[in-house]
């Protein structure tokens, strides 16, 4: 058994599948369904595809509804469960906000009135569906898979893997990932987490042998005006960035899961975001706006070993 | 699909968001496995040798072989067994008979076996853990029996845990010399544990063990002989304990890791007390270096001290007390012992692990000054070497 690693790019980003496997033709005979699942997805939900089924259901806006599958109407049900239980904050309309911010270097932030005359776009309680079609119920409304379309391609990868005889493996979409499976002989996979302030910098290793990791963070995209950091995790309620953390990793049986409780977290700020986390029970690890580490990972494997020993 | 509850509001509780949220996950076709950190451990076996030599007085090698596994996610059974082989001097002798306290080592050779095993099994119920072990050890002259029961109990999102147990001993003493001897000794074993992790890098733990037993603690093969000035035969004395020990040990434990470092700082005090008099105390400081997944180095230093018991004289005092022992780990002395380890992980989950230490005993290490003057310096080297395998 030797690791063999597949680099592929999709989504705008630079990705990767790690399969152990007796040798590499075994190794790309699992890893090639995986990656076809997530062009597949891509092609399907990318606001970028004018023949992908948002960009149909986006034209459609304030017009006539638009017929959907069964898969894009689950899509949508996690869209609106993570709506719901984020308070409104985590909003799959809010990609309008797009049009008022430039993420570009030397770009300005928005004037509020710039985002004042958004803000009536976005309202997710407003989109009419059924288990058939989605309407969008104004002119210049829009959906946006991004808050969950690229988790849902690496739960979707890792479901393929395991079709496909994957014992020991992980699939990483732009750094969000899961694992399929420890390492043979049982040691964990060592998950990075980038330094929200350094490119190329791990922060932290996180040692995992199952599950999803899901990051959050300031730094993807993002202006600085006047020594204050604007990022892309924007609240649909202000249309303002969120602020509090630099970064929030999230460690959870399902991508889908862990990126949406980083990315709530996110968007609630740094007190309401970390009782937000530690009420979820999910393992996370949180860069703070000051710097500040909180470390929900690591703290128990510091445990000394072999105490409290009776007799 | 309209909301009436969220926008604006407050989020939902916790415990139903993660449902909400896997649930809705779950529809789709996708996988959801249980998030595991660390190694998927489930089991470990490993073997180790330890070797223990006291300059000229002893050598101790013991083969260790111990193996744990988990079952069901809520069993855990653990195991080990191991044999010491003790070869090298007999216990010494105290004379004066140059006018102050000499030890004395006779010549004869002892060659012993002990053979110990221990079986500790957990079952976890949610945030509580029982456990029970049994542990059992037999030698020619000395054999034990022990039992406890044990429960762990995880609060406040796991950063406290509360740990409490209850351990009872049930030892036979015996002698090669004496073979009528065979006399009991019984000790019930209370313990109180606390652990709280501080900050997301560094956790205390702190654990208060009392212990009250009653029976037999002379050691058959002690003899404090004395020679008084004002006699031609020297007076000899068995060793005389008292038939009882309460014993109260707390011990407390740091932990700090420091990310840039990429190192543990390890930190662990010890108070010792008994009511034959020990007072003792153990501070040991230690540093794990990690270089990278594979390598560890552990430095580590460890300072003890003791009084003596009441009832220890390297010579017979006239009149002669009921109770005396000449046993000089009895006395009053103070130690300092470094120890490295190094520690290799290589793949497919065998580690490697070797630690070198040193002894050094003396009464001049006494905390204070003023250890016992018999106090003969005890320098001894121990090695071990352990190979696990985790699967």
Wanted: charged content about 20%.
């Amino acid at each position: 058994m030797s690791l063999h690693r597949f680099a592929f790019r999709a989504m705008a980003a630079v990705n990767e599948v790690q399969v152990h496997a007796q040798d590499r033709d075994a190794a790309a005979a699992m890893a090639t369904p995986a990656i076809a699942e997530v062009r597949r997805i891509e092609a399907k939900y990318s606001r970028y595809r004018k023949e992908s089924i948002v960009s149909r259901i986006n034209a459609q806006a304030g017009g006539a509804a638009v017929a959907i599958d069964d898969e894009t109407a689950r899509l949508l049900d996690f869209a609106d469960t993570c709506w719901r239980q984020s308070g409104g904050r985590f909003d799959a309309t809010s990609g309008v906000l797009r049009r008022a911010w430039r993420f570009d270097p030397g770009a300005e932030a928005p004037s509020q009135a710039a985002l004042d005359a958004l803000l009536p776009l976005i309202g997710w309680d407003r989109i009419e569906r059924t288990r058939e079609a989605v309407r969008l119920p104004a002119a210049g409304m829009e959906l946006d898979f991004g808050g969950f379309g690229k988790e849902y391609a690496v739960d979707r990868a890792a479901w393929m893997l395991r079709e496909a005889g994957a014992k020991s493996a992980l699939v990483s979409l732009a750094g969000d990932l899961a694992i399929l499976g420890a390492q043979p002989g049982g040691a964990p996979w060592r998950v990075g987490i980038r330094h929200p302030r350094m490119e190329e910098v791990a922060i932290a290793t996180l040692p995992a042998s199952s599950g999803a990791i899901a990051t959050s963070g300031d730094y993807e995209r993002y202006i600085e005006v006047g020594g204050v950091r604007h990022c892309h995790v924007l609240d649909p309620r202000t249309g303002r960035s969120a602020r509090g953390f630099r970064s929030v990793t999230v460690h959870a049986p399902s991508c889908l899961v862990a990126g949406s409780a980083s990315t709530i977290a996110m968007l609630m700020g740094r007190e309401a975001g970390l009782e937000w986390l530690d009420r979820l029970g999910l393992a996370h690890f949180c860069v703070l706006e000051d710097g500040a580490i909180v470390d929900r990972f690591e703290a128990r494997s510091l445990q000394p070993a072999g105490e409290h020993g009776t007799a | 699909m309209a909301a009436t509850d969220g926008e604006g509001g407050s989020p939902r509780r916790g415990g139903a968001a993660l449902a909400a949220l896997t649930q809705a996950a779950l529809a789709l076709p996708i996988l959801a496995v249980a998030a595991k950190a660390g190694a998927a451990q489930v089991g470990e076996i490993g073997i180790a040798v330890l070797g223990y030599k006291e300059r000229g007085l002893m050598k101790v090698t013991e083969p260790i072989l111990w193996a744990n596994a988990q079952f069901a996610d809520v069993w855990e059974v653990q195991a080990s067994a191991a044999v010491d082989i003790v070869t090298g001097a007999s216990p010494e002798l105290i004379s004066n008979q140059s006018g102050r306290a000499v030890q004395a080592v006779t010549g004869a050779s002892i060659n012993d076996r002990r053979t110990t095993g221990d079986l500790h099994v957990t079952r976890h119920f949610g945030d509580f853990g029982l456990s029970g072990s049994y542990t059992e050890s037999n030698e020619e002259d000395y054999h034990s029996r022990a039992y406890g029961v044990e429960g762990r109990w995880d609060l406040n999102q796991k950063l406290t845990t509360i740990a409490a147990g209850y351990g009872h001993s049930n030892d036979r003493v015996g002698s090669s010399v004496d073979a009528t001897l065979d006399a009991p000794r019984r000790t019930n074993e209370y313990m109180l544990g606390v652990t709280q992790i501080l900050t997301p890098l560094s956790l205390v733990q702190s654990t208060l063990t009392a212990s009250r037993g009653h029976g037999w603690y002379n050691d058959p093969y002690k003899l404090t002989l004395t020679f008084y000035p004002d006699q031609v035969i020297p007076t000899l004395l068995s060793d005389r304990r008292p038939d009882h020990r309460d014993t109260i040990a707390w011990l407390t434990r740091y932990r700090r890791h420091f990310t840039e470092a990429n190192g543990t700082l390890q930190a662990d005090y010890r108070y010792f007390r008994d009511d034959w008099g020990i007072r003792a105390h153990t501070l040991e400081l230690a540093w794990q270096q990690d270089f990278g997944e594979r390598w560890s180095v552990r430095p580590a230093l460890r300072y003890y001290t003791q009084s003596a018991a009441d009832f220890y004289a390297p010579v017979i005092p006239r009149p002669q007390p009921a109770v005396l022992s000449s046993d000089q780990r009895l006395g009053a002395f103070g130690g300092l012992s470094p120890s490295l380890r190094v520690t290799m992980r290589l793949q497919g989950g065998l580690v490697l692990e070797g630690t070198a230490g040193y002894v050094h005993d003396a009464r001049s290490l006494h905390l204070g000054g003023g250890g016992s003057e018999a106090f003969t310096t005890l320098r001894a080297v121990y090695g071990l070497v352990s190979v696990s395998h985790t699967f």
